[in-house]
């Protein structure tokens, strides 16, 4: 199972960005998604996590902001970043809680993909 994050990059303060990241392999069910982001010099924090039925949480510094959706026939999860600012300057690592294909069950993480917010 492989998650592949994509969409970060470098934005003005006030602007937007749309995270992506679809999980893919023998994969039978994709639970639990979501985002996580880890800034220079700071521990990894929650951003955002959504269940299969929809269900969302969101980290303090981000409600009101960001928005976490998902695609269950795509295995996806988006994340729409509204004002930004430069303490949202991280790299962001997308989770899934996969059901494999072989019925184990793991925790995955992508890549990481770095959002950049400055003027």
């Known amino acids: 199972v492989q998650l592949q994050a994509s969409g970060g990059g470098l934005v003005q303060p006030g602007g937007s960005l749309r995270l992506s990241c679809g999980a893919s392999?023998?994969?039978?069910?994709?639970?639990?998604m979501g985002w996580y982001r880890q800034a220079p010099g700071k521990q990894r924090e929650l951003v955002a996590t959504?269940?299969?039925?929809?269900?969302?949480d969101y980290g303090d510094s981000v409600k009101g902001r960001f928005i976490v959706s998902r695609d269950n026939a795509k295995n996806t999860v988006y994340l729409q970043m509204n004002s930004l600012n430069p303490e949202d300057t991280a790299v962001y690592y997308c989770?899934?809680?996969?059901?494999?294909?072989?019925?184990?069950?793991?925790?995955?993480w992508g890549q990481g993909t770095l959002v950049t917010v400055s003027s």
């Open positions: 989770n899934a809680d996969v059901v494999r294909a072989d019925w184990g069950t793991s925790s995955y």
């Open positions: 392999g023998s994969i039978f069910v994709v639970r639990a």
């Open positions: 959504i269940t299969r039925g929809g269900g969302t």
